[in-house]
C-alpha cells in the first residue's frame, strides 16, 4: 500500500492545535478525540490528513472557523518570535559590553602590572649595583685583607648578585615587551658563532648537573637577520630551561640548520621530563609555573619561556613546541638568511 503525501497548509506551522481549539470552546474534548480516531484510521488506510482536516470532514468545526484559528495563531507565534530576537539581541548587546569593559580592564590591570615591573626592576638596580661593588672591593681586598671563608662567602654573594642583576635585567625587558615597546636592532648574525657561545655558556651548569649538552650545526651556514643580543638570550634561555628539566644523564643539543634557501631553523632538544600536551600553552603565561606548589623542584620567576616567544614572535617567526611527557621537548624556531649585499 502506497502512503499518500501529506497536502502542505498552514496548520503545519501551529503545534498543540486541538488543545487551542478546546480552550476556546470551538471543539469538546469528545470531539478531540474522535477527530484524533479518524486521523488514526485515515493514516492506517494510507491517506493521513492533519488534525484541523479531521475535524472539518467530521463536520466538528467549519472550514472559515479554522482558518480564523489557525491564522491568529501564527500571528501569535509570529509575535513570540519576535519579541525573543529582541531579548535575545539586547542580551547579546548586554553581554558584549560587559565582556568589553572586561576586557578594558584587563588590559587596565595587565598595563598596571607592566609598568609595576618596570618601576619596581629599576628601583632594585641602584642598591644592586652598590651592593655589587662593595663586594668586589672586598674581594680584591681594596677594604682589607680577607680570611679564605670570608673570600668564599663574598664569591657565593657575588654569585647571587649576579643571578638577581640577570633577573631583575628579564624583568624590565618583560616589562618593555607587555608594553610593545620591545625594540629590535636587525642585523646579519652569525648563528654558528652565536650558538656555539650559547653552549660554552651553558656547559657548566649542565655539567653540575650531570646532562650533557652539544651544538649540531650545519657547514657553512648562511647569517641570518636579527637582534643578536636578543637571540643570544633566547638561545641562552632555551638551553637553560632544558637542561633544568633533564635528569642527570639526560642530553641537551642546539641544532641548527638550513631549511630553505631563505630560512634558517633552530632548535634546542632535550631528554627530560616533557610537557603534557593540553598544558603546553601554559607554559608561556607569565609568571606562571607548572608545578607551583611550594615544594617544587625548579626555581624561577616564570617569565622566561613568555618573553622568549614574544623576543620570535618580534622577528616575525613563530615558536613551535613539540613534547610528549616524559619523552622530552623540542623549541623551534626559524629565522630569515641575512640579504647578501
Known amino acids: ?52 482536516q479531521a475535524l472539518v470532514e467530521l463536520n466538528l468545526i467549519s472550514q472559515n472557523t479554522l482558518d480564523q484559528v489557525v491564522t491568529e495563531q501564527i500571528i501569535q507565534l509570529r509575535n513570540a518570535l519576535q519579541a525573543a530576537n529582541r531579548s535575545l539581541e539586547q542580551r ?34 641602584t642598591p644592586l649595583t652598590h651592593i655589587k661593588g662593595y663586594i668586589e672591593l672586598m674581594l680584591s681586598e681594596s677594604l682589607g685583607p680577607v680570611t679564605p671563608e670570608q673570600k668564599h662567602a663574598l664569591q657565593v654573594s657575588q654569585q647571587a648578585t649576579t643571578r638577581l642583576e640577570g633577573l631583575i635585567n628579564d624583568l624590565i625587558m618583560f616589562s618593555l615587551a607587555s608594553r610593545g615597546e620591545l625594540s629590535l636592532k636587525l642585523e646579519a648574525v652569525d648563528i654558528a658563532r652565536l650558538a656555539n657561545l650559547s653552549v660554552r655558556t651553558a656547559e657548566p651548569k649542565a655539567k653540575s648537573r650531570g646532562v650533557s649538552v652539544h651544538a649540531v650545526l650545519d657547514k657553512d651556514l648562511p647569517l641570518v637577520q636579527a637582534d643578536s643580543q636578543k637571540i643570544a638570550w633566547v638561545l641562552g634561555q632555551l638551553l637553560d630551561n632544558a637542561i633544568k628539566f633533564t635528569a642527570a644523564g639526560g642530553r641537551v643539543v642546539l641544532n641548527v640548520s638550513c631549511e630553505t634557501a631563505h630560512l634558517v631553523m633552530i632548535s634546542v632538544t632535550d631528554t627530560g621530563t616533557g610537557i603534557p600536551p593540553h598544558r603546553i600553552e601554559e607554559i608561556f603565561e607569565p609568571f606562571h609555573q607548572l608545578d607551583s606548589s611550594s615544594t617544587r623542584k625548579h626555581s624561577g620567576a616564570g617569565i622566561g619561556l613568555s618573553l622568549v616567544r614574544q623576543i620570535v614572535e618580534a622577528h616575525g617567526s613563530v615558536l613551535e613546541v613539540i613534547s610528549a611527557e616524559g619523552k622530552g621537548s623540542t623549541f623551534r624556531f626559524p629565522l630569515l638568511t641575512a640579504e647578501e649585499e
Request: net charge positive.
Open 1 to 52: 500500500m502506497t502512503t499518500q503525501p501529506l497536502r502542505l497548509s498552514p496548520e503545519m506551522l501551529v503545534p498543540r492545535l486541538g488543545e487551542s481549539l478546546v480552550k476556546k470552546g470551538l471543539i469538546t474534548e469528545a470531539d478531540l478525540q474522535k477527530a484524533l480516531a479518524y486521523q488514526q484510521e485515515q493514516l492506517a488506510q494510507g491517506c493521513p490528513c492533519l488534525l484541523g
Open 92 to 125: 547579546v548587546q548586554q553581554r558584549t559590553a560587559e565582556l568589553q569593559r572586561a576586557l578594558e580592564r584587563l588590559s587596565e590591570l595587565s598595563q598596571m602590572k607592566a609598568n609595576f615591573v618596570a618601576n619596581i626592576s629599576h628601583e632594585l638596580r
